[in-house]
């Protein structure tokens, strides 16, 4: 069934479990650092595939698709800026083939690096970058669009204005929630409200959090959108803070167990949709599955 916004609000009525980390998975599956994981949805797609499969197998109700980066813009600095509608397409349709009937397909999309406020490029720009993504997106199979780790309010204004340009699907607005005082503003200054009001003025479907510096935070973070719309609320908070292990790698120190164990403050905080962002692995979205499951029974 194809995803209208009032399906969508039906689909989360009970809490549902979206999947874990994709660049840390891939990194796993021996993805060099600093290479677009994009091209690997034509490159090495059994390699996507499988990562995309790994969630459905672990419970979760839907899966993101490798596309965080496929803007022309991210893109550009792998010298394949001509190739986002290409990659969105193949990547969407990857996980798409991997969920089959199991779970739901939301096409991941990142920012594009630019900062709007600065006018380093012109508006219109970043708009027509979603409205082809957004086109791609829709033609490889994707439920629903989710704009995720934004910071930049501006930014994700025009990311929805590409996305419904470019396609009716569902919009999920998702920034990160870990700056200021009080760890609830994003690294440009926006709040959970400000997010809401957007969102709302824009017709989304969603709106949430995702990355930052654990689920703890999380918690304060769903209530605080939750007190401001209703709305169906997306979580996907990083496997605790990053931290620099042996060898200069990026580790997250926060194992399955010990996650899973906030969600049912998370959801009972407002969540309708809960799982994981960097350092999250499919046991992480198992036992989350579980969590989830003892809250719908």
Known sequence: MILDLKSFALFAKKARVS???????MQLAGLEAGAAPELWNV???AAVEAIAASYVEAGSDVILTNTFGSNRFVLARHAAAGRAAELTEAGVALSRRAAGAAAKVFASMGPTGKIVMMEEVPNCEIVAAYEEIARAAEAGGADA???ETFNELAEIELAVEGVRKGCPLPIICSMTFDSGPHKTATTMGTQPADLVRLAASAGAAAVGANCGIGPENYIRIAELLRAATDLPVWIKANAGLPQLGPGGKTIFPMGPAEFARYVPAIIAAGANFIGGC?????E????VR???DKINS
């Open 19 to 25: 999947d874990g980390a994709w660049g840390t998975q």
């Open 43 to 45: 490159e090495n797609p």
């Open 145 to 147: 669009i989710v704009l």
């Open 278 to 282: 960097c350092g999250t692995t499919p």
């Open 284 to 287: 992480h979205i198992r036992l």
């Open 290 to 292: 579980a969590a989830v």
